[in-house]
């Protein structure tokens, strides 16, 4: 009895524990999930002024900033602030060498010099309602999930048709818990998004890929952008006449600083987690999904960074690719790291372990859930092989230039209509397409990858998965030869000559791509996939979501002393923690905050990732931080305890009152595992504190124009 007692109050003491730090909230639930705890941590406000569809509340001051990013309203003349990585592509768009904004920065000191861009957007959220009955409506237990989707589908299409909304408006419905639940969204998208401000990538990506998901940390990872709107303040796309937004809630900026214990929280848009997998299913991730995209991944690395060291050109063309395979190659990495530390697959069958008692206690739950982890298990082994070979086949193709040409023929030529006037939109198309490939493209890099990709793509699985012809063609020649040849003979390895083919009547344009070695290689491997995985993991992942939303329906059902959290899944949603540092390894301690001092330390003049501008170097040793700097020193980024993942960089840091103290950009290294399992001794979020912000707009880039825009407050 006595133990019995021990567990329980070990089992409460935990879940409290965790749920203190743990969770991506639903704003509209704040005030019946949430309120009393986050006051109880120190906030100062109520959920009323976080979420209220009848006035301006914070989430009025929240965007989507493309949908990969989160970013808010700094000013009451459609200011906005994100982080530098999310705005890279803008400046990056602008940048020439006469130019050069990702070297030296961009700051508009008037409206007149904001720039425009193409496709960027940002969406508001209006409001938020739960729709759960009217969509699993119809739906019963016989269904196949074929079926089960098409009429959840059918009621969606009627949901937003019967909806009121303004016509400037949009709507959304997204499932929450795996299908339990279903929310709709309305929102405002305005298209008509500037440039207004970007530090140069010396400050805005201090540290690059060494100090990425990594703390301590020095970086001033923010941009800045303004939301215009037509002349009612609603949605337009981008006009000369479009004005300024003017917004229903703009954040306050606090200079306070914060303190070890201090309230935060996070508001953005979280992308993707998954806390609700079952222990089989996160030993699938660690031993077999992750290690597979890691060691793809480290030998195009290897590749590109030898090339990119070696000429300056191909460091240019390469660098933003090269970023993107590194973030997530090294998250990748930190993830199973934490994972094993923090004993997460354990941790899941100790849960199990609990789920499975409590079905024992109600034979009802018993009789309807009693099977389901069973199935989970024997179904991820079922899946298990056909999952290393999809991660292949997606992490080796699209590192091949070549094959996206190739790619990009194939999607062509099947869209070719019989119209020649139709088609020559097409032919735009898929001319820019290809120019854009070629204008990151280096042939003797590409052909070094195709060599390497494709020897791990034979040698590592098994002979039924891979090509036949690859296969074939590999008994009379080594791969070196194989793409010898098509390196040198195949009519798409240069842009002019896919052009010129193009230009051509779309017969023989089909004809020649069709004959082609490069393109008959892709083909196969492509149908060599689908055939012998593509379509098996399909079917197999549709009774994993079907097992998987069964289990979350029993988790809410037997642990209904829990509070649970869904899922991100890009939707609007709040985190709360407080700002603490962390002990990543025995004997060592992390502290919460950094300062100007360690940018200095880490400075390497000449040095790709750690060079700092020549004026920042001159502030920091006059000390002239203005009214930014404390004690004679400059803070500039800190941690806490909030639950973030990608899409919350840009996300803004509020204090307890609400105002804006940091931009989210981050994670710590020991702690990326928390899109799987969310562990409070070691998962931090990182920001920069919106001092440092304020002093590189002010001290640093003397855009006090953008400064005297913005609402500073004392508390
Ligand atoms: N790790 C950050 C997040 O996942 C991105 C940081 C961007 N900087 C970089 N060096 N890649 O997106
Ligand atoms: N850096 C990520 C982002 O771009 C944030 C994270 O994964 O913590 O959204």
Redesign the pocket.
């Known amino acids: 009895m006595k133990k019995y007692l021990f567990q329980i109050f070990v089992l409460l003491f935990c879940s409290l524990k965790s749920i203190a730090d743990e969770g991506m909230w639903l704003p509209q639930l704040l005030q019946t999930l949430n309120e009393k705890q986050m006051k109880k941590m120190g906030m100062k406000i109520n959920a009323s002024d976080i979420y209220n569809i009848n006035k301006g509340s914070l989430k009025d001051a929240i965007v989507s900033l493309g949908g990969f990013c989160t970013a808010e309203v700094i000013s009451n003349q459609g200011l906005i602030l994100t982080n530098h990585?999310c705005g890279f592509d803008a400046v990056q768009n602008h940048s020439s060498l006469e130019h050069n904004y990702i070297r030296d920065g961009f700051w508009a000191y008037n409206k007149n010099q904001e720039l425009q861009n193409q496709g960027l957007f940002v969406s508001f959220i209006i409001s938020i309602d739960e729709v759960t009955n009217a969509i699993i409506k119809d739906i019963n237990n016989n269904m196949t999930e074929k079926e089960r989707q098409s009429v959840i589908d059918k009621n969606i299409a009627q949901i937003k048709k019967d909806y009121k909304k303004e016509t400037y408006q949009d709507i959304f419905i997204r499932p929450f818990f795996e299908g339990n639940k279903y929310f709709l969204f309305v929102t405002e998208t305005y298209k008509d998004v500037r440039l207004v401000g970007a530090p140069p990538a010396s400050i805005g990506?201090f540290g690059?890929?060494t100090d990425?998901?990594m703390w301590p940390r020095h970086t001033g990872d923010f941009s800045m952008f303004r939301i215009y709107a037509d002349k009612n303040n609603h949605p337009a796309e981008f006009s000369p006449e479009n004005i300024p937004y003017t917004p229903k809630k703009s954040l306050a900026i606090s200079l306070k600083g914060m303190k070890e214990g201090d309230f935060t929280m996070v508001f953005g848009f979280p992308g993707r987690t998954n806390e609700y997998l079952s222990a089989a299913a996160i030993k699938q991730i660690m031993m077999v999904n992750d290690p597979a995209k890691i060691k793809i991944r480290h030998e195009a690395l290897d590749i590109m960074k030898s090339f990119m060291t070696k000429d300056e050109g191909i460091k240019i063309q390469y660098a933003a690719k090269y970023?993107s395979i590194?973030?997530a190659y090294k998250?990748w990495q930190g993830e199973v790291l934490g994972l094993t530390k923090s004993n997460a697959i354990q941790k899941k069958l100790d849960y199990q372990a609990q789920f499975t008692s409590r079905l024992a206690s109600n034979p009802e739950w018993q009789s309807q859930y009693g099977k389901i982890l069973e199935e989970l298990s024997s179904t991820y082994k079922e899946i298990e092989s056909l999952t290393f070979a999809r991660d292949y086949y997606n992490e080796i193709m699209p590192k091949i230039e070549l094959f996206n040409v190739a790619a990009a023929l194939t999607s062509h030529i099947s869209n070719l209509g019989k119209d020649d006037a139709a088609n020559l939109d097409k032919n735009k198309k898929i001319n820019g397409k290809i120019d854009d490939i070629f204008n990151e493209y280096n042939a003797v890099l590409d052909q070094q990858l195709f060599e390497k990709l494709l020897t791990l793509y034979v040698n590592d699985q098994p002979k039924e998965n891979t090509s036949p012809l690859l296969q074939e063609l590999l008994t009379i020649k080594t791969i070196h030869e194989i793409a010898n040849d098509i390196y040198t003979a195949s009519v798409m390895t240069k842009a002019d000559n896919i052009k010129s083919i193009l230009a051509g009547d779309s017969k023989s344009l089909v004809d020649i791509i069709k004959n082609d070695n490069l393109f008959r290689l892709y083909t196969d491997i492509n149908e060599t996939y689908t055939n012998k995985i593509g379509n098996k993991i399909s079917s197999i992942q549709l009774n994993i979501n079907k097992l998987q939303r069964q289990y979350m329906e029993a988790q809410l059902t037997v642990f209904n002393d829990k509070v649970f959290y869904p899922d991100a899944n890009s939707t609007l949603r709040v985190t709360y923690g407080n700002v603490k540092g962390y002990q990543p390894r025995d004997g060592m301690n992390y502290d919460y905050y950094t300062y100007m001092d360690g940018v200095m330390e880490k400075y390497k003049p000449g040095d790709y990732e750690f060079d700092l501008p020549k004026k920042l170097i001159d502030l920091y040793t006059a000390k002239d931080f203005g009214r930014y700097g404390v004690d004679g020193r400059q803070p500039v980024c800190f941690i806490a305890a909030n639950h973030t993942t990608?899409g919350n960089?840009g996300s803004p840091a509020l204090d307890a009152y609400g105002n804006l103290v940091g931009l989210n950009?981050?994670r710590v290294w020991e702690g990326t595992m928390s899109d799987i399992n969310y562990d409070p001794s070691i998962c931090r979020n990182i920001m920069v504190d919106i001092r440092y912000v304020l002093f590189i707009i002010d001290k640093f880039a003397g855009a006090s124009n953008l400064i005297e825009e913005m609402k500073i407050v004392k508390k």
């Open positions: 990585h990506n690059k890929d990425n998901w970023a590194e973030n998250k990608g960089s950009f981050d």
